[in-house]
Each structure stands twice: as C-alpha cells, then as structure tokens.
T-cell receptor
Framework: GAVVSQHPSRVICKSGTSVKIECRSLDFQATTMFWYRQFPKQSLMLMAT?????????EQGVEKDKFLINHASLTLSTLTVTSAHPEDSSFYICSALEMGALDTQYFGPGTRLTVL | GDSVTQMEGPVTLSEEAFLTINCTYTATGYPSLFWYVQYPGEGLQLLLK?????DKGSNKGFEATYRKETTSFHLEKGSVQVSDSAVYFCALSDRSNDYKLSFGAGTTVTVRA
C-alpha cells in the first residue's frame, strides 16, 4: 500500500528557533500534500494544502509566515515552523493525495513538536 | 459546505462484542467516504473507503456501506478485539473541494479483555 513517512517523529526545541518537518511519499507520486495539526483528543485541523511547484494554500487563520511550506518535488513536502513558541507545540501530521482510482489521502505517522 | 457527523464516544466494549459507529454526512457534490483509524501517538491509517452509492468498503473485519439515500456510512465489526482499541474517524472528500478531507470528531473505542 501507499506509504508516507515523516521526519522527525519527535522534536524538542527552544522558543525562538525554527523547526523543519519533512513529509515523503515513499512509493507513489503526490502532486498534492496536506498539513494538519491535531490537539489532544481532537480531530485534525487542516492547516494548508501543498502543491508541487506552486505556492501552498493556507486555511483561514493559519499564519503563512509562521508555517512555511515547500513542495519541491513530487515526493517531498516540508513544513517549517518559524520562530517557534510554546503555543506551537502540537502533533503535526501530513498526508499525500494519491491521484488515480480513488483519490485517497495517505497519512504520515505524525511529528510531535514540543517548544520549551 | 461539506460536513461529517459521527457518533460521539467514548465507546467501551468487551472482546467479541459487536461494534457500530454511526456516521452521516452532508455534501454538495458526490463525495468519496472513508474511515480512518488512529492508534495512540500515531498518524491516521486508512481503514476502508467507498466511492459510490451502495459500495461496501471492508478491511480487517470492519465494514461500511455507502448509503446515499440516508447519507450515511456507518462502521461495523462483528467481533472486536483488544487490538481494535483506537480512535476512529469518518471522513469525506469531494472533487469540488480539491479533495480536502472533512473529518468527523472522532470516536474513541476501548475494547476490554
């Protein structure tokens, strides 16, 4: 089946630093990837849609200068949390859209970010 | 806009019990429907899916049927195991919304031995 990886799985950083999270589709090409944020015991909140070769589309209320997204190839999208603060601590999950028969999103295992 | 409503939990069951999680949806187009499962500390795994009316998705003993007339996609399993303890999300995607997923709130299921 389609596999999506994320790296790192966990990261702890100091307030004010930037953190980059990678999302890779391992066995399929994904022109579109999505980035989500999940708070404890809640559903996923879509942050942005990442399209290969073009600018990301951000959902309302998500700061594009805070959460930089780059989709440089058909298998890699990155999310950079800039000048991180404790309120950015969360579980970040990416997904990749497999175009084809069923247009299904496959999810990565998530990245736990803790900002001290 | 598109939306998904699923049965609120938590749901606690004994092993080998029958599980049903209700899911209904509202969509302007003709969506594809999904059930995802999330184990603690992990991302979401696709459990099953259906793309048109009367399609039945099935996997690992779980089933759900796309019912257009009742706009529902209820998840069922005849005999649950402790390993089925997880959070289950019903979701839909629609081409008219660029295939963004609309999620239900999630239902926490705990199966006791």
């Amino acid at each position: 089946g389609a596999v999506v990886s994320q790296h790192p799985s966990r990261v702890i950083c100091k307030s004010g630093t930037s953190v980059k999270i990678e999302c890779r589709s391992l066995d399929f090409q994904a022109t579109t990837m999505f980035w989500y944020r999940q708070f404890p015991k809640q559903s996923l909140m879509l942050m942005a849609t990442s399209n290969e070769g073009s600018k990301a589309t951000y959902e309302q209320g998500v700061e594009k200068d805070k959460f930089l997204i780059n989709h440089a190839s058909l298998t890699l999208s990155t999310l950079t949390v800039t000048s991180a603060h404790p309120e950015d601590s969360s579980f970040y999950i990416c997904s990749a859209l497999e175009m084809g028969a069923l247009d299904t999103q496959y999810f990565g295992p998530g990245t736990r970010l803790t900002v001290l | 806009g598109d939306s998904v409503t699923q049965m609120e939990g938590p749901v606690t069951l004994s092993e080998e019990a029958f599980l049903t999680i209700n899911c209904t949806y509202t969509a302007t187009g003709y969506p594809s429907l999904f059930w995802y499962v999330q184990y603690p500390g992990e991302g979401l795994q696709l459990l099953l899916k259906a793309t048109k009316a009367d399609d039945k998705g099935s996997n690992k003993g779980f089933e759900a049927t796309y019912r257009k007339e009742t706009t529902s996609f209820h998840l069922e399993k005849g005999s649950v195991q402790v390993s089925d303890s997880a959070v289950y999300f019903c979701a839909l995607s629609d081409r008219s919304n660029d295939y963004k997923l609309s999620f239900g709130a999630g239902t926490t299921v705990t199966v006791r031995a």
